[in-house]
């Protein structure tokens, strides 16, 4: 059973870049900040990336499950988010988008999302209200931190003071910049995991079968455990230059981990971390080729 932990839906985005819009196009291009970028595959004609466009790549890689999780860049979806859980209640997790300045709720959702790394002004701490009220009601917090060291602290006086609470911090720890262990390090505590959204854009110079991305899993691994990492795709966005099913089956393939580790990190710690049940087992339709 293979689970996606870091998965982005919108129906068109209407956030921004630093301090300017970022707007959906057609052919899967946007306007990030004034450049126009390919932000999905070029047959997501409309600009909106539905649910229904996830679940086929889904059904066709045969992934189970998957979580969404909202970004600055998108604004917030989180109306869309709950209409596509009401289409796929046993396939989907959702995140309500937290926006500074912004009211957030936690209803209807299966826990929030918080992008500390662009927060409009500097300190975690003081969002503690967010996190308190996300342990009280049962909720999972995914959380994407600064580059290296930079928030690690913060986040650790937060998870001291809550420690039941679930947490799990995105993009490996920002694997290839300075100093991402000190992120992966925070998973020693019970309830903190890491999951691998964007590791494939981090590692795309080197490319398929991103040789030095299993190096950094097994890394992550000695630090903290293969118990505590989870797959993610970052679903659409790495999917301008991959086919959803290589963002996982590099790992499928590889003679460095074991049968058992690629378990747990394609699948099985996030079924137990996220609440996952009645997930189906997938079976790939054979290619033409």
């Known amino acids: 059973m293979i689970i996606d932990a870091h998965a982005h ?3 068109e985005q209407t956030g921004r870049r630093d301090n300017a819009p970022v707007r959906t196009l057609t052919n899967g291009k946007s306007d990030f900040g004034g450049e126009i970028r390919q932000m999905m595959p070029p047959y997501m004609l409309s600009g ?9 790549n889904m059904d066709y890689a045969g992934v189970s499950g998957a979580v969404i999780v909202g970004e600055v860049m998108d604004g917030n979806q989180n109306e869309y988010f709950k209409s596509a859980k009401a289409k796929y209640p046993d396939r989907l997790k959702i995140c309500s988008f937290f ?5 957030y709720t936690l209803d209807g959702f299966d ?3 918080i992008c500390a790394c662009k927060l409009k002004t500097p300190g975690i701490q003081k969002h503690f209200g967010i996190f308190e009220d996300a342990y009280k009601n049962g909720k999972f917090v995914c959380i994407e931190l600064a580059d290296g060291d930079e ?9 001291e003071q809550l420690p039941e ?5 995105g993009h490996f720890g920002m694997v290839t910049r300075d100093k991402w ?3 992966i390090k925070l998973a020693r505590y019970k309830n903190v995991f890491i999951e691998s959204g964007g590791i494939t854009w981090l590692f795309n110079e080197e490319f398929y079968p991103y040789p030095s991305a299993i190096r950094a899993i097994n890394e992550a691994a000695d630090i903290c455990g293969f118990d505590k990492l989870m797959w993610g795709s970052d679903y659409p966005r790495t999917m301008v230059e991959i086919t959803y099913k290589m963002s996982f089956d590099f790992i499928t ?4 981990i074991s049968e058992s580790d690629k378990r747990k990190f394609l699948g099985e710690n996030a079924y137990k971390f996220y609440g996952f049940n009645n997930l189906p087992n997938i079976t790939p339709i054979p290619n033409m080729l």
């Open 151 to 159: 928030q690690t602290g913060e986040l650790r006086e937060i998870i």
């Open 9 to 11: 839906l919108w129906k």
């Open 111 to 113: 826990g929030i999302k």
């Open 48 to 56: 909106e990336n539905s649910p229904e466009m996830l679940i086929s």
């Open 181 to 183: 262990q000190e992120q």
């Open 253 to 256: 393939k590889t003679n460095e």
């Open 99 to 103: 926006d500074e300045g912004e009211p």
């Open 165 to 169: 609470l679930k947490i799990a911090i």
